[in-house]
């Protein structure tokens, strides 16, 4: 099956500090998708890149696509302690089952 | 409106018991995915449903694992036997449609299952 590496695994970071997670595939990918999961929740969706060299915005964060489509990077500007949780990157390659990333847990220390 | 539900939200059961995990999808919603997340780690898929189509059981780690789609809208997952490593959070999630479709969707968590096996 399609396979994904995320990068780091951990990350603990100084509040207003910035912070970066990277999704990495062999292969080339459809579409990638970004998730956040608070400590105790559930994911909740952030964001869908489609295109190759696609760069998103979203206040303080921006989300990138390689332009082979075979990564992908978060970037967070300025944490604050309310980015606190897990990101996953989930992929779809060549099989169309999304494959999940094992998460990057942000910790921001105050 | 009502996002995607699960129930029970915490059940415990002992080894050797079977169990069904409920999960009610957004209204409209023809994807459900099936996945379980150990303490810290990421989501294992376990299955996919589209539509009326024949569900894609390939990341079911076991017999014991099934599920069943009624109606196209709720589905259950039934675990016969449970061992001890079957204890998880089971999350459940929903898409307008599947991956197949031109334009892929954003998946909706249900709030998820935690199972504990003593």
């Known amino acids: 099956g399609q396979q994904v590496m995320q990068i780091p695994q951990y990350q603990h970071v100084q509040e207003g500090e910035d912070f970066t997670t990277y999704c990495n595939s062999s292969?080339?990918?459809?579409?990638i998708q970004w998730y956040k999961q608070r400590p105790g929740g559930h994911p909740v969706f952030l964001i869908q890149?489609?295109?190759?060299?696609e760069v998103k915005k979203q206040k303080r964060l921006t989300f990138q696509f390689g332009e082979a489509k075979k990564n992908s990077s978060l970037h967070i500007t300025a944490t604050q302690t309310t980015d606190v949780g897990t990101y996953f990157c989930?992929?779809?390659?060549?099989?169309?089952?999304?494959?999940f990333g094992r998460g990057t847990s942000l910790i921001v220390h105050p | 409106g009502a996002g995607v539900s699960q129930s029970p939200s915490n059940k415990v059961t002992e080894k050797g018991k079977d169990v069904e995990l409920r999960c009610d999808p957004i209204?409209?919603?023809?994807?459900l995915y099936w996945y379980r997340q150990s303490l810290g780690q990421g989501l294992e898929f376990l299955i996919y449903?589209?539509?009326?189509?024949?569900?894609?059981k390939s990341g079911l780690p076991s017999d014991r694992f099934s599920a069943e789609r009624t109606g196209g809208s709720v589905s259950t997952l039934t675990i016969q036997r449970t061992q001890q490593e079957d204890s998880a959070v089971y999350l459940c999630?929903?898409?307008?449609?599947?991956?197949?479709?031109?334009?892929?969707?954003?998946?909706?968590f249900g709030p998820g299952t935690r199972l504990t096996v003593l």
């Open positions: 449903f589209q539509g009326n189509s024949a569900p894609d």
């Open positions: 890149l489609v295109k190759s060299g």
């Open positions: 989930a992929v779809l390659g060549g099989s169309y089952i999304p494959t």
């Open positions: 209204s409209g919603h023809t994807a």
């Open positions: 999630a929903s898409s307008l449609m599947g991956p197949l479709a031109s334009s892929y969707n954003e998946q909706f």
């Open positions: 292969t080339t990918l459809s579409n």
